[in-house]
């Protein structure tokens, strides 16, 4: 039951339509190039400045902020159409759905004016950079520490594993204004890398899956930053911010595993029909009838849960625990329908050629990052 024919009850005509018109841009102009760019282990800028140009970006944000005045419901069917054409490498998620909403929820006016039309058009590329070499998900153990100096920050400090890293011009810097007040000591720090002195990118990191997507090191050594750039002007609220987005980052995860097990299951149903064993398809013996129906099941009890949780977000009401609970149940099962549907293609499943092996090695990660899964069980369990 593939999302393109049978959308979802969250879904407005206007994002079907989204949906389909992204769908037909990425099949025509990025998947020919998606090769090139999973070897060059990152997509062109000018690849963003078409994603801008097409209204592909920020489209949930005001069109007062030069954004389409969508809902999230339009960031997901741009992150559904991207997962339906097995784009893994395009960070438009992040960028979109959640750097650009920390600046409209939080940052001053003179904040939203100045980063957001540009995000729009593509022209300033965002990251967050939360995770450093010592700290994962504990940010509260952050060691990035931003020093005030007169009308400027000095900005000090090393992240890594930042999606976006190789091109981000904007990037949301999680950083300690006060190393001992713990999670009322951190601020958000925004920096505007093309005038920063100081800031330099590390390599590119060479990952078992995702391969285009532009995932990098970044340092910071004694970058001075205007005032103007702390996030909302206020120090110490850091911490409160990052709790309020989380949720959203998690429901990102989670659309995304759906639109792989869509297209696995799509991919598979389609080789084992042709595929041919002992005079006969593959599809025809009854063990991967059960097992296509295993996954099938699966897919659906997760489009289930992610539609009722995508509902219930658009509504104001998706708690922090509920997110959690979505963004771990989802990707563990992702992992285990495309590893069924891997195995049904035998041995060419394990060659890089076929797009099975890539949804295989792009999954994995999901259990991961947005905050690893057994972090998400401990946060969910405390609401029990």
């Known amino acids: 039951m593939p999302i393109k024919q049978f959308p979802s009850e969250w879904m407005t005509d206007e994002h079907q339509m989204l949906m389909a018109s992204a769908q037909r841009f990425f099949k025509e102009r990025w998947c020919p190039e998606d090769e090139q760019w999973r070897q060059a282990g990152i997509m062109p800028r000018s690849a963003w400045l078409d994603a801008g140009a097409q209204g592909f970006l920020c489209a949930s944000m005001p069109e007062a902020y030069g954004g389409a005045g969508g809902d999230f419901g339009h960031e997901a069917a741009l992150l559904l159409a991207q997962g339906l054409c097995g784009l893994s490498g395009f960070g438009g998620s992040l960028h979109s759905a959640i750097v650009a909403p920390y600046i409209l929820h939080f940052g001053t006016e003179e904040q939203k004016q100045r980063w957001l039309p540009r995000m729009a058009t593509g022209e300033l590329i965002g990251a967050i950079a939360m995770t450093e070499p010592g700290t994962g998900s504990d940010l509260q153990g952050v060691r990035t520490q931003a020093v005030k100096e007169g009308d400027n920050y000095r900005l000090n400090g090393s992240k890594t594993f ?14 300690k204004t006060d190393l001992k007040a713990g999670a009322q000591g951190i601020s958000l720090m925004v ?17 078992i899956g995702m391969e285009s997507q532009d995932t990098s090191e970044l340092f910071f050594d004694d970058v001075v930053i205007p005032c103007e750039n702390l996030l909302g002007g206020q120090e110490g609220t850091g911490f409160f911010q990052l709790m309020q987005e989380l949720p959203q980052e998690r429901m990102i995860v989670a659309l995304t595993g759906v639109a792989a097990m869509e297209l696995a299951m799509d991919l598979t149903l389609q080789y084992t029909k042709e595929r041919q064993a002992f005079g006969k398809s593959v599809f025809s013996f009854q063990n991967t009838r059960f097992k296509l129906a295993e996954c099938q099941a699966t897919l659906m009890a997760s489009r289930t849960m992610v539609d009722a949780a995508m509902a219930a977000h658009l509504r104001g009401e998706l708690g922090v625990e509920r997110a959690a609970l979505v963004k771990f149940w989802v990707s563990d099962h992702q992992c285990k329908v495309l590893d069924e549907c891997l195995q049904l293609f035998g041995g060419y499943g394990y060659m890089k050629e076929y797009p099975i092996a890539r949804l295989w090695t792009d999954a994995r990660v999901q259990r991961i990052y947005g905050g690893t899964n057994e972090i998400m069980k401990e946060l969910a369990s405390r609401f029990l």
């Open 191 to 207: 920096v505007e890398t093309d005038e920063a002195p100081g800031f330099r990118r590390g390599r590119l990191l060479d990952k």
């Open 162 to 175: 930042i999606t976006n890293g190789g091109l981000a011009n904007l990037l949301l810097v999680v950083a």
